[in-house]
Each structure stands twice: as structure tokens, then as C-alpha cells.
Nanobody, 131 residues
Framework: QVQLVESGGGLAQAGDSLRLSCIASIDPGYTFTTIAVAWFRQAPGKEREFVAALNWNGAGTYYANSVKGRFTVARDNARNTVYLAMKTLKPEDTAVYYC?????????????????????WGQGTQVTVSS
């Protein structure tokens, strides 16, 4: 089992930056390096959408077109933590942001962009961007 806890959300103005964190607690038998992680977001009245994903060592990353060039995903395996650095925020970035994980170290595209691929989810952290 993997438990995920996100933090770092809040209120921002357009053009601001925020950094989200996701800390993983992992049951014995697995290590953080055996887990691929992704960020998704869900705005009110909309479906959950893919934001970014990365493989076990962070060398492989993939981004949604809507955030490419503005968001950066990274991980610190020593701290069991994944980060989502968001810059040049826009009002349309407003959503609850979720960290998701699956057992298996590599990115599998396009599956890694789809919510059913992931077995473990955090509770989400709200990001609100005002214009």
C-alpha cells in the first residue's frame, strides 16, 4: 500500500508561482523507486485531467500541453517526495490537485496520463488563481 499526502496549495494571483509537494508513505515490500507518480487536477464540474507524470528516477517526464513550459515535476527519492513547481499561474489552473501513484517504475504512455492507471491517490490540495 502507498499513502499519499499533498500540500502546498493555496491562493495565488495570475502570474504567481506555487510549489506543491506529495509525500508518500510506503508499506514494506516496496520502495519509492519502484513507484511511478503523476499529478492530476480537477476543476469544479469538470473531469479529472492529467497534469504531469514522471518515472522512478525523475529522468522521464511528461506534461499536459496546457502546462508545458510553466510546470515542472520532480522527485526526491531520499525523501519519498514528489514536487510540482507551478509558475506563471493562470485562472484556468484553478483546481484541486491530486498526487497519484502506481507500482511500476516507468512511464507508460499514453496510459500514464489516465486516472485508472493509478492505484493510489492523495486527498488533494486546492489551488485557486485569481485574475
Amino acid at each position: 500500500q502507498v499513502q499519499l499526502v499533498e500540500s502546498g496549495g493555496g491562493l495565488a494571483q495570475a502570474g504567481d508561482s506555487l510549489r506543491l509537494s506529495c509525500i508518500a508513505s510506503i508499506d514494506p515490500g516496496y520502495t519509492f523507486t519502484t513507484i511511478a507518480v503523476a499529478w492530476f487536477r480537477q476543476a469544479p464540474g469538470k473531469e479529472r485531467e492529467f497534469v504531469a507524470a514522471l518515472n522512478w528516477n525523475g529522468a522521464g517526464t511528461y506534461y499536459a500541453n496546457s502546462v508545458k513550459g510553466r510546470f515542472t515535476v520532480a522527485r526526491d527519492n531520499a525523501r519519498n517526495t514528489v514536487y510540482l513547481a507551478m509558475k506563471t499561474l493562470k485562472p484556468e489552473d484553478t483546481a484541486v490537485y491530486y498526487c497519484a501513484a502506481r507500482i511500476g517504475p516507468e512511464l507508460l504512455l499514453p496510459d500514464s496520463t489516465k486516472p485508472p492507471t493509478y492505484d493510489y491517490w492523495g486527498q488533494g490540495t486546492q489551488v485557486t488563481v485569481s485574475s
